[in-house]
């Protein structure tokens, strides 16, 4: 997935940090079944592969929130 979001990167114009689930017990009893994940804030995107269509649309309702403020 890493190598996926690091493509549209500079497309979408989004970072990503990727952690260690087994360093936090908590992430490691949330996300345990479903890693890779991606998570922004609380929403979760996407688990296993990158789902390209809901990082999109994330982002744009991100872009259009912030467009209303």
Do not use: H, K, W
Not at 36 to 52: N, S
């Amino acid at each position: 997935m890493a190598q996926a979001l690091e493509r549209l990167r500079p497309e979408l114009g989004f970072e990503f940090t990727q952690v260690d689930i087994d360093s936090d017990p908590g992430l490691l009893r949330q996300y345990d079944t479903r890693v890779p994940v991606l998570v922004a804030g609380d929403a979760e995107i996407c688990f296993y592969f990158l789902e390209e269509q809901r990082l999109r649309a994330y982002i744009q309702s991100q872009q259009n929130s912030a467009d209303c403020e």
